[in-house]
């Protein structure tokens, strides 16, 4: 059976400021659990005002002390910013209080010029992104090989279990490095328009599969996709929705054209260009929207598409209402409980 998890990026809905955001992302963690949601991940996003989700390490702590069962993972963290030994640090004190619990997913966003240049990334030298994850694989796990060579020092706490850990990718490219260094997949739908990301998906789990060695942060393969969710009572509520999501979307000005998240009232009253309504109906193809029978159709045949163990839901829809009711409708769809 398909395991369902969230994805959530703290979002500051209208009429709310970053405090509730942080607190609601915590209510919806808690609400995931008790229905039987199998990890929760939280985004990394800098300078968007809209999202609260800056520290995944942080929030990820906060909100696996709320929490009792449920694994809690980044969805995220951005790699090529930081330092792999420091990363590796943060996740062993996540483990150390939360054993067999943790997730660490790792991307390669590089974000904006500002944000590079305000994450200290006009520094000289970098390293290769499949080093940085060989790396931090080395200082979570310990392992002292001829392939992973560890240099003469610890990352501390020291721990007897070891975060599961996940590349974030949207390329064949990505799902071989997760293979060979035996992470688990996550596929995005999420970051982009195209109109053969699903074949590029399915022929990355199958690569993926096929290269798969196991390891000691994953010992089997784990496929992952990630879509954005808008599911409703009625196709009709979900349409409209959709609405806040299609506006969002266009990440104007670097997704700064909005200080919180609009709401469907926004969206409804927002003056597209013919240029907008073209990227809008692009974007459609990320997005799983619908009554949940519909979302359920949409869902499997994405699931059979990559013959995913996990989906990985996005639910980025205005108010925590909404999105606490389709966690709800989901979970019984899927009779995950």
Known sequence: MVKLSVLDYAQIDELKDAQSALKESTDLAKVAEKLGFHRYWVAEHHNVPAFAS???EMLMMH???STKKIRIGSGGVMIPHYSPYKVAEN????EAFHPNRIDLGIGNSLGTNLVNKALNETKERKLPYNQSIQDLYKYVTDTNDAEHRL???TANPKVDTVPQMFQLTTSTRGAKNAAKNGLGLT???FPNASSD?????????E???SEFKASKAVERPIVMFSPFVVVADTDAEAKELQKALDVWLLGKNHFDE????PSVETAKNYQFTQEDLKIVQANRSRMVVGDIDSAKVQLDHLVNQFQADEILIIPLMPKIENRIKALELLADSFSIK
């Open 54 to 56: 800056s520290s995944p």
């Open 63 to 65: 909100i696996a002390d």
């Open 91 to 94: 996740f062993r004190m996540l």
């Open 151 to 153: 240099n003469d020092i």
């Open 187 to 189: 596929f995005g739908l």
């Open 197 to 205: 990301k699903l074949n590029v998906g399915k022929e990355a789990a």
């Open 207 to 209: 690569i993926y599969r």
């Open 258 to 261: 909005f200080k919180q998240f």
